[in-house]
Antibody, heavy 118, light 108 residues
Framework: QVQLVQSGAEVKKPGASVKISCEASGYTFISYFLHWVRQAPGQGLEWVGT????????NYAQRFQGRVTMTSDTSARTVFLDLNSLRSEDTAVYYC???????????WGQGTLVTVSS | EIQMTQSPSTLSASVGDRVTITCRAS??????LAWYQQRPGKAPKLLIY???SLQSGVPLRFSGSGSGTEFTLTISSLQPGDFAVYYCQQYNSYSPTTFGQGTRVEIK
């Protein structure tokens, strides 16, 4: 079936970097954009950015510009989110989600908890 | 960036009740609006897209309406599994896309 499986929880110190992955299966990987959405503890959903799974284009939320990189490995059917200069406010569950054209985000990963703490 | 405002923030209701959640956009988004349900500890789940299209597998008691700047999600008869947080999302542009702050539906 169509699914997105994310890498496991991470604990990082302030100033460090984290790279989390999202592996897709059950559909034509390169045909879709994948998005990253995060959720701080007890808070709402915040869009981080998007990457074209087939390679190339990535767009990031302005507040993350300069700190975030999203990439795709088509052979591994996996997209990556790389976030650097971590601070405590980056503590959140990070979700990947498939954009289904004009039909919203129809498939979500299970989420990856990133904890930033000294 | 388009701002999305949901109301109410919290809604107390009983099983069998009809409930309505409203979402307003800061500018027209035509019908590019989705609704998601999020249960505790779980990823969001798509319920409605293009303002009123029901995602496959979602029960018929969920419905959406609206266009332009005002939208509603209605649950016709609340079931025990419906107590959750609901988010609207505009995707007039996916970059950036924005979410409402969420509406918690709790048991009265």
């Amino acid at each position: 079936q169509v699914q997105l499986v994310q890498s496991g929880a991470e604990v990082k110190k302030p100033g460090a970097s984290v790279k989390i992955s999202c592996e897709a299966s059950g559909y034509t990987f390169i045909s879709y954009f994948l998005h990253w959405v995060r959720q701080a503890p007890g808070q709402g959903l915040e869009w981080v950015g998007t990457v074209k799974a087939g390679g190339g284009a990535a767009n990031y939320a302005q507040r993350f510009q300069g700190r975030v990189t999203m990439t795709s490995d088509t052979s591994a059917r996996t997209v990556f989110l790389d976030l650097n200069s971590l601070r405590s406010e980056d503590t959140a569950v990070y979700y990947c989600a498939r954009e289904n054209g004009g039909d919203g985000f129809d498939v979500w990963g299970q989420g990856t908890l990133v904890t930033v703490s000294s | 960036e388009i701002q999305m405002t949901q109301s109410p923030s919290t809604l107390s209701a009983s099983v069998g009740d009809r409930v309505t959640i409203t979402c307003r956009a800061s500018q027209s988004i035509s019908r590019w609006l989705a609704w998601y349900q999020q249960r505790p500890g779980k990823a969001p789940k798509l319920l409605i897209y293009k303002a009123s299209s029901l995602q496959s597998g979602v029960p018929l008691r969920f419905s959406g309406s609206g266009s332009g700047t005002e939208f509603t999600l209605t649950i016709s008869s609340l079931q025990p599994g419906d107590f959750a947080v609901y988010y609207c999302q505009q995707y007039n542009s996916y970059s950036p896309t924005t979410f409402g702050q969420g509406t918690r539906v709790e048991i009265k």
